[in-house]
């Protein structure tokens, strides 16, 4: 069974620019959730899908950030316009039930320059 | 705020040679996980403590659960190279039912043959 995966591995845009982060859960999974990495810091929680619906998006940082998941399967995180300070790791996660465990993709590494 | 503080960050020991990683907070957490995550990949979940003093082995690592359950601990073993990695502790969020997680800072460690 395929795991969690994200495109691009590896992005890096001008700042300005638009960049577009996409996530394909393990089929199935219900939740989906997208967490960031910044040089230096922790992981932290930007928002939780269940299905198409958004639960919480308490940690987005500002309406730069747009996440969607239409029809409940793939999700796509979209930066616009990107600054410097969203260079990081974005790693998105899917679980099949709320409390059960969660897995990671490989992340997408975004340098905005 | 839930935070989670690892000590250490950084690791450099020898092949064979025992450690210990720790985990701490000033927030209780209805259980904490622990994850390895090597360059590239996301965060793969290596254990769930959840009853206060629990202990829980794998091989060579034990992890442990304060009585409290504000702290954990992470043990190896006779450390081998393919042990070399990030260690992250997290627990789930009290705010929301969104089972989000709270990553913990990281020890990052690395074996020598």
Redesign the interface.
Known sequence: EAGVTQFPSHSVIEKGQTVTLRCDPISGHDNLYWYRRVMGKEIKFLLHFVKESKQDESGMPNNRFLAERTGGTYSTLKVQPAELEDSGVYFCASSLQLLTEAFFGQGTRLTVV | TQL?EQSPQFLSIQEGENLTVYCNSSSVFSSLQWYRQEP??????LV?VVTGGEVKKLKRLTFQFGDARKDSSLHITAAQPGDTGLY?C?GP?S????????????TLLAVQP
């Open positions: 989670l590239g990949e996301g965060p793969v979940l769930t992250l997290a969020s705010e929301g039912a969104t089972n989000k997680l709270i990553f913990g800072t990281g």
